[in-house]
């Protein structure tokens, strides 16, 4: 099957700082998606990008499709921006995540 | 709207114990979902059905059974439970073209 690799692995940030977080795949996809892991275990869809760009408020995704790869920007982070973000591939073959924590 | 629902939301069993998880959507979605989620890892799908009447395996489906018992509800069934098997689990749901998911609060279940 497809593998998905995220990086980091962990991202500390101050509140109002921008960050990027990546998403790799071994395989050309259909679907990926991006979510968000609360601290609470509650998962949100964030994204459904298989290519190109699309914006929601202070996040944003764009997939390199030719290239293997996603990005998802998170500007002005916010305390509530904390939590696991994943990326996840056709078969629904998530990565092991992003896990981003952001101080006051 | 309350989107999808899992029951119960914690659960322990013993080794050899049989239980069934339920999960229900009112979003009229075609596809529906079962994942687990171990310590620090990703999510693993178990099983998945496409629309009412089917379901194919997952990454990982052994010592599972699931039925879509109608376009609403999507069971997922551990007939011989097993420490392995303590984790969290989701369910979720997406319409067939948007792919999008949605996911349920979670059942965290320990064998022991």
């Known amino acids: 099957g497809i593998q998905v690799e995220q990086s980091p692995p962990d991202l500390i940030l101050q509140e109002g700082a921008n960050s990027t977080l990546r998403c790799n795949f071994s395989d050309s996809v259909n679907n990926l998606q991006w979510f968000h892991q609360n601290p609470w275990g509650q998962l949100i869809n964030l994204f459904y990008?298989?290519?190109g760009t699309k914006q929601n408020g202070r996040l944003s995704a764009t997939t390199v499709a030719t290239e293997r790869y996603s990005l998802l920007y998170i500007s002005s982070s916010q305390t509530t921006d904390s939590g696991v973000y994943f990326c996840a591939v056709d078969d629904m073959r998530f990565g092991a995540g992003t896990r981003l924590t952001v101080k006051p | 709207n309350a989107g999808v629902t899992q029951t119960p939301k914690f659960q322990v069993l013993k080794t050899g114990q049989s239980m069934t998880l339920q999960c229900a959507q009112d979003?009229?979605?075609?596809?529906m979902y079962w994942y687990r989620q171990d310590p620090g890892m990703g999510l693993r799908l178990i099983y998945y059905s496409a629309s009412e009447g089917t379901t194919d395996k997952g990454e990982v489906p052994n010592g599972y059974n699931v039925s879509r018992l109608n376009k609403r509800e999507f069971s997922l069934r551990l007939e011989s439970a097993a420490p392995s098997q303590t984790s969290v689990y989701f369910c979720?749901?997406?319409?067939?073209?948007?792919?999008?998911?949605?996911f349920g609060p979670g059942t965290r279940l320990t064998v022991t």
């Open positions: 979720a749901s997406s319409h067939r073209e948007t792919y999008e998911q949605y």
């Open positions: 990008i298989p290519s």
């Open positions: 979003m009229n979605h075609n596809s």
